[in-house]
């Protein structure tokens, strides 16, 4: 980092692309049409960027199925693939200031965020499943004698990725990676909140020679490029992040094509539970703080039901508030900073209105105010609801903002119940010294990961998903693989 040149000098500067990828090449959609992408922290336009629609999605999807038939990347060598994955991470860290600045003007989220996790763990993401190429064998299944059984993956042809703007690049890299590495063509629609990253990242694939047609950018809008790529009847898999409402969307479109296999990681309401035999309160209160407040609460796993031990309940609520000092907004660009904007004015007014929801049933005791800074005022303090019951709509809904909602309880049934009472499942935690309890927790709280005495556990070695309505699949480690590739039986009797 160039830490003698302010980044807001930096972004004066920066240079951004504002064409779709398609086919190797940077074009204009096809309609000419184009939507500004907004800096939430300041409301000053960023770029006009292509506003793609169903002639471009069409477009994109021959050019990658022309790929994948032709076997420029499909039928290559799983080392050179490997070799040009490897390139990719490799350049995704050479150019880590610019994405990384991209990341935060794109979103609003801490320029410190986008530096130290989303950009390094997106090379991450390429270098693992750029390693994996040639470490996944298929299978031998046992069969009489004169018989040969074989188990092969096989690449699943065109994926459409959509991804959702809290994370833009790390969502992207989650999906594309081991997609690519399975030997698949890809489609990557960015949310229309966020587009330049992945737009650079097509720069780069192009660079260290991803051939043509194999990855294509299509920025636009859901209704329009995502309805597409989920009705389009050539597209093989679709890949989605986001929330819950429109992840159904994407199983009637599969439903109403041709039924391709719709991988969904959706919202959730995680829920984070405080025992009393917990031995460091500090830092239960520390990562509850994190837990809810990083990247403004703007997160699927954040921990916004707070479940805390009746008898220690004031104690940890008074070391939360006191940390709640360390997580007031301001300028993203600041290295200091750490809360930035909410994405957008329509996001911020969500939340507000769920504040105001909460005001009337629950306790404000801390936050809920909104800022204005740098022109913008898409800015929320930390905010806690105490005297919160589980029934109540900010304990419910997913808010995607840095509203906590806190619940008692005097038993650890209770508690269960409580984590269990909500359609989603996708992350929980637990703060406990006891293992029994810990072990008896881990097989009755319904979710897709669970972080013991730590918060939001996460590793490209260890699947991330949820049940229920949080989704259906896994990102992230070899079992991100069963997504992007079909199993083959291959019976041989000699």
């Not at 909140?193 to 737009?199: D, H, I, K, R």
């Not at 360390?326 to 600041?334: A, K, S, V």
Request: proline letters at 4%.
């Amino acid at each position: 980092m160039n830490i003698q040149t302010p980044w807001s000098d930096r972004a004066k500067v920066l240079s951004l692309n504002s064409h779709a990828f398609i086919d190797g090449r940077f074009v204009e959609a096809a309609s000419g049409k184009t939507f500004d992408t907004i800096n939430p922290a300041t409301n000053a336009r960023l770029a006009s960027v292509a506003e793609c629609d169903k002639a471009d999605v069409d477009l994109a999807v021959a050019a990658a199925r022309r790929a994948f038939e032709a076997g420029t990347w499909s039928r290559r060598a799983p080392s050179e693939r490997k070799a040009v994955l490897l390139r990719l991470a490799d350049l995704i860290r050479a150019n880590l200031d610019d994405l990384a600045l991209m990341e935060s003007l794109d979103t609003g989220k801490p320029i410190s965020n986008a530096l130290s996790a989303d950009v390094p763990l997106s090379a991450n993401t390429f270098q693992w499943y750029a390693e994996a190429i040639d470490k996944v064998y298929d299978e031998i299944a046992p069969a009489d004698p004169g018989n040969l059984a074989l188990i092969r993956r096989d690449a699943m042809g065109v994926v459409a990725c959509v991804v959702p703007w809290n994370y833009p690049l790390l969502m992207a890299s989650w999906k594309i990676a081991p997609a690519l590495a399975a030997g698949n063509s890809v489609i990557l629609k960015p949310a229309e909140q966020s587009p330049l990253t992945a737009l650079r990242l097509a720069e780069l694939a192009a660079e260290v020679g991803l051939p043509e047609g194999v990855l294509n950018v299509l920025p636009g809008y859901g209704e329009t490029v995502g309805q597409a790529l989920g009705r389009h009847m050539d597209v093989d898999c679709l890949a989605f992040t986001g929330s819950t409402e429109v992840g159904k969307y994407f199983l009637k479109y599969s439903a109403e094509s041709n039924m391709k296999p719709a991988w969904l990681e959706c919202g959730g309401k995680s829920p984070n539970l405080v025992f009393a035999d917990c031995d460091d309160l500090e830092a239960a209160a520390e990562a509850a703080a994190f837990g809810i407040w990083y990247d403004q609460g703007e997160v699927c796993t954040a921990n916004s039901r707070l479940l805390v031990e009746e008898s220690i309940k004031d104690r940890f609520l008074d070391l939360l508030k006191a940390k709640a000092r360390d997580w007031q907004p301001g300028d993203p660009l600041n290295p200091s900073t750490t809360m930035g904007a909410i994405v957008e004015a329509r996001q911020t007014e969500r939340i507000l209105s769920y504040i105001e929801k909460g005001k009337q049933s629950a306790r404000l005791i801390e936050g809920g105010q909104q800022k204005t800074l740098g022109g913008s005022s898409n800015f929320i303090t930390p905010t806690i609801f105490d005297a919160v019951t589980n029934d109540m709509t900010i304990a419910q809904e997913e808010i995607f903002g840095p509203v906590l909602s806190v619940i008692s309880f005097k038993t650890e049934e209770e508690a269960v119940k409580i984590a269990n009472g909500s359609i989603y499942g996708l992350a929980a935690s637990v703060w406990s010294n006891n293992l029994k309890r810990v072990m008896r927790l881990s097989d009755s709280i319904r979710t897709g990961t669970l972080s013991v005495n730590c918060m939001d556990a996460n590793a490209n070695t260890v699947p991330f998903g949820g049940v229920r309505q949080s989704g259906i699949g896994r990102d992230q480690s070899l079992h991100a693989f069963d997504k992007y590739t079909n199993l083959k039986t291959v019976w041989i009797k000699f």
